[in-house]
């Protein structure tokens, strides 16, 4: 199975602060990855697929680059709403493989 | 409006068989497949499987085949994990989620159910 590992596994970051999370694949896989926003005892949600491609609401302060094995998420300008745990999923093979989260909290 | 809903909390003790539901609405269910999902306590996401709701055809994860069903009922809108014999290590929220477009069964998943824990204590 294609290994998904993110940095950092956790941030700590201030409303307004511009932050970047890294997800990188064990093997290529295309553009074929999406992020995920997850809530403390929420289900998660979509933020970004095919790698670059905003999910229909997602406020444009989200955005997605890279292809191959390395992709990044971006919050142009973090938002109050914004801190939760962010995960990234391959869409490549089977079997789908997500990565280990990262926590974006309050500094 | 899209919308999965998960059935309630479970409690069951080692060695019991459970099966957990999720009902789709305000969408054709036969034209999107369905994955479950797994979070462990503090943990992060595994995806367990998916079944194609018009033909009830399933594919697992490696990791949970064997240890799990997943089925349908296309009548009703709902899909199905199921346990025959609960474990300790089955303790979890369970996802639902549905594929991204129609006929699709790649790994993007635009609405997602509610959860449902499961716990499994003697």
């Known amino acids: 199975a294609i290994q998904m590992t993110q940095s950092p596994s956790s941030l700590s970051a201030s409303v307004g602060d511009r932050v970047t999370i890294t997800c990188r694949a064990s093997?290529?896989?295309?553009?074929?990855l999406g992020w995920y926003q997850q809530k403390p005892g929420k289900a998660p949600k979509l933020l970004i697929y095919a790698a670059s491609s905003l999910q229909s609401g997602v406020p444009s302060r989200f955005s997605g680059s890279g292809s191959g094995t390395d992709f990044t998420l971006t919050i142009s300008s973090l938002q109050p709403e914004d801190f939760a745990t962010y995960y990234c999923?391959?869409?490549?093979?089977?079997?789908?493989?997500f990565g280990q989260g990262t926590k974006v909290e309050i500094k | 409006e899209v919308q999965l809903v998960q059935s309630g909390a479970e409690v069951k003790k080692p060695g019991e068989s459970l099966r957990i539901s999720c009902k789709g609405s305000g969408y054709s269910f036969t034209s999107y497949w369905i994955s479950w999902v797994r979070q462990m306590p503090g943990k992060g996401l595994e995806w367990m499987g998916r079944i194609d709701p018009s033909d009830s055809y399933t594919n697992y994860s490696p990791s949970f085949q064997g240890h799990v069903t997943i089925s349908a009922d296309k009548s009703i809108s709902t899909a199905y994990l199921q346990w025959s014999s609960l474990k300790a290590s089955d303790i979890a929220m369970y996802y639902c989620?549905?594929?991204?477009?129609?006929?699709?069964?790649?790994?993007?998943?635009?609405?997602w159910g509610q959860g449902t824990l499961v716990t499994v204590s003697s």
């Open positions: 093997q290529g896989i295309r553009n074929d």
């Open positions: 999923l391959q869409d490549y093979n089977y079997p789908g493989t």
């Open positions: 989620a549905r594929h991204r477009f129609p006929g699709y069964s790649g790994y993007q998943f635009d609405y």
